[in-house]
């Protein structure tokens, strides 16, 4: 014999229809998070930033005279941001039970792999830091998430 949680009382009932959503909402939200965090620390106006907070190498004197657009540079390092093509590939990738933070475009697939190498530095991958805000704030809007529909499911 089944007992209906609409028994007990109808409140937990509608609790546990509000939550329902609640881990791909919050998963949604995570990954925003992620996504807000990298790109501000890769398009910025230092240049960008690596994974480990250190500014993206310099530009050759050469290039930042004349660049291949045969425009004078005005930043000194590295600037992730000249077409926007790179910035715009970055895309959530939202799935059932996961979500990824990736390139749309296989080219600038290759562009990363390749500025990283030239670097030496590790640049598009998150630091543990970053990895710790996004955990700390999805937890945070989670918590205000769940004490809302308690409030709203008990009134």
């Known amino acids: 014999m089944a007992t209906k949680l609409s028994q007990l009382d109808e409140s937990l009932e509608r609790l546990i229809r509000k939550i329902e959503d609640e881990p791909k909402d919050m998963l949604l939200f995570a990954i925003k998070q992620a996504e807000a965090i990298f790109k501000d620390r890769l398009f910025n106006d230092q240049g960008g930033r690596a994974t480990d907070g250190s500014l993206l190498p310099q530009y050759s004197k050469s290039y930042t005279t004349y660049n291949k657009y045969g425009?004078?540079?005005?930043?000194?390092?590295?600037?992730?941001?000249?077409?926007?093509?790179?910035?715009?590939?970055i895309k959530p990738n939202l799935k059932k039970d996961s979500a990824t933070l990736e390139f749309i475009n296989n080219s600038e697939v290759k562009k990363a792999d390749s500025l990283e190498k030239r670097a030496n530095k590790t640049i598009f991958k998150f630091s543990t830091?970053?990895?710790?805000?996004?955990?700390?704030?999805t937890v945070k809007e989670t918590m205000k998430k769940i004490q809302k529909d308690i409030k709203e499911s008990f009134k």
């Open 71 to 89: 425009k004078r540079k005005t930043a000194t390092h590295w600037d992730l941001v000249a077409s926007g093509d790179m910035m715009g590939s």
């Open 129 to 137: 830091k970053e990895s710790k805000e996004v955990i700390d704030k």
